[in-house]
């Protein structure tokens, strides 16, 4: 069994630039969902995406934008990125009905210059 | 609103000595609380859920979690400390009417020799 994947590793970026992360989900899971964790913080949602759509959505503005493909891996697309967007970005899938027993990938670190 | 607070920012205890991390939740209903542990440049991994059925919770590496409904509580607890148990542990609560995982700011536990 394939656990989570993300990539790239780390990623390097400056200030008003797009950026976009990628994340397969663990083998059968059709439910992913994102996640920001700043440095020293927990990790906030930002959403979740099932069957290609939006599933539920945290408190981040529209230039945080996702999609989910027909093998439910899915990007993670940032625009006109700000230096607080510097975080890692986590990724995690599930399988409904057990939706809220999430897997987690390893992360994307994001620095924003 | 769902939300979780963990009562200590770090914790340190020494090698064989029992682990107490402290989490207290807000819900307006049945909630479904999580512990995730987080390994230095590891994803998070999942060490034990509570999802209404027994209180007492059993997870991974020996850890457990009592539900207290009448003290708001989800404290981990490990009887005997390892060395490789140093990580940040984070409190959860799932809210299903958008499927948000809401992280606690953590706790760092040290375990000296």
């Known amino acids: 069994e394939t656990g989570v994947t993300q990539s790239p590793t780390h990623l390097i970026k400056t200030r008003g630039q797009q950026v976009t992360l990628r994340c397969s989900s663990q083998?059968?899971?059709?439910?992913v969902s994102w996640y920001q964790q700043a440095l020293g913080q927990g990790p906030q949602f930002i959403f979740q995406y099932y069957r290609e759509e939006e599933n539920g959505r945290g408190n981040f503005p529209p230039r945080f934008s996702g999609l989910q493909f027909p093998n439910y891996s899915s990007e993670l697309n940032v625009n006109a990125l700000e230096l607080d967007d510097s975080a890692l970005y986590l990724c995690a899938s599930s399988l409904p009905p057990r939706k809220n027993e999430q897997f987690f990938g390893p992360g994307t670190r994001l620095t924003v210059l | 609103a769902q939300s979780v607070t963990q009562l200590d920012s770090h914790v340190s205890v020494s090698e064989g000595t029992p682990v107490l991390l402290r989490c207290n939740y807000s819900s307006s209903y049945s909630p479904s609380l999580f512990w995730y542990v987080q390994h230095p440049n590891k994803g998070l991994q999942l060490l034990l859920k509570y999802t209404s059925a027994a209180t007492l919770v059993k997870g991974i590496n020996g850890f457990e979690a009592e539900f207290k409904k009448s003290e708001t509580s989800f404290h981990l607890t490990k009887p005997s400390a390892h060395m490789s148990d140093a990580a940040e542990y984070f409190c959860?609560?799932?809210?299903?009417?958008?499927?948000?995982?809401?992280f606690g700011a953590g706790t760092r536990l040290t375990v000296k020799p």
């Open positions: 083998s059968g899971h059709n439910t």
């Open positions: 959860v609560v799932f809210t299903y009417n958008n499927n948000d995982m809401r």
